[in-house]
């Protein structure tokens, strides 16, 4: 079953404009990851955010956590062509019930040039 | 480092064929991960071992799915027999330690099966 839902399911932009996609999950967690997925290749890891934080940067990407709304936003800033891929959200509960990483089920993003 | 390495990277079968696929994972990773991706399921965690042992095969589907990790440098996932619903990418990753507590999750590059 998917702990995470993204959204939106698409999201087309021009070069140089920000791209803000968001992920909701449904029980507590430990972390929440974000990864990035080309066409027809396997997922990269992008950046992780802990429960106990609230806003984590990483170059072009910004990571927001809200826990008490169990909602999570990554916005990538001046996209770029390159940045077009699809993008998921993952969620960690160490020592839950469920000692997985569960992913969401993905934000696909065009960047138009 | 050359990354968790799968292969074939591509296969077509047909149905009732037995299907094996491969994994290398990274040289030190304790931990290897067996997902499925699919449009209508998404990203979808079959199996995955800790020290080459089985932790949680939960997500296998049925009994026509195994997984082998006969040692830290290899591992097997099977279909016998084949169905064309197996349709999928199948991606094989590794990380150090658990990747639900925080640790990165490597990927393979996946192997794309088609059953026809």
């Known amino acids: 079953s998917q702990q995470g839902e993204e959204d939106p399911q698409a999201l087309s932009i021009q070069e140089g404009e920000n791209a803000t996609m968001n992920c909701s999950y449904k029980?507590?967690?430990?972390?929440l990851q974000w990864y990035r997925q080309n066409s027809g290749r396997g997922l990269v890891h992008l950046i992780l955010?802990?429960?106990?934080?609230r806003e984590k940067h990483s170059g072009r990407l910004r990571v927001t956590l809200d826990t008490s709304k169990k909602s999570s936003s990554l916005l990538i800033t001046a996209s770029r062509a390159a940045d077009t891929a699809s993008y998921f959200c993952?969620?960690?509960?160490?020592?839950?019930?469920?000692?997985?990483?569960?992913f969401g089920t993905g934000t696909l993003l065009a960047v138009q040039p | 480092d050359a990354g968790v390495i799968q292969s074939p990277r591509h296969e077509v079968t047909e149905m009732g064929q037995e299907v094996t696929l491969r994994c290398k994972p990274i040289?030190?990773?304790?931990?290897l991960f067996w997902y499925r991706q699919t449009m209508m399921r998404g990203l979808e965690l079959l199996i995955y071992?800790?020290?080459?042992?089985?932790?949680?095969d939960s997500g296998m589907p049925e009994d026509r799915f195994s997984a082998k990790m006969p040692n830290a440098s290899f591992s097997t996932l099977k279909i016998q027999p084949s169905e064309p619903r197996d349709s999928a990418v199948y991606f094989c990753?590794?990380?150090?330690?658990?990747?639900?507590?925080?640790?990165?999750?490597?990927f393979g590059e996946g192997s794309w099966l088609t059953v026809v």
């Open positions: 071992f800790n020290n080459n042992v089985p932790i949680d």
């Open positions: 993952a969620t960690g509960n160490y020592g839950g019930a469920t000692n997985k990483l569960i």
């Open positions: 955010i802990r429960s106990n934080e």
């Open positions: 029980t507590s967690i430990n972390n």
């Open positions: 040289s030190g990773h304790d931990y």
């Open positions: 990753a590794s990380t150090l330690g658990q990747g639900h507590s925080g640790n990165t999750i490597y």
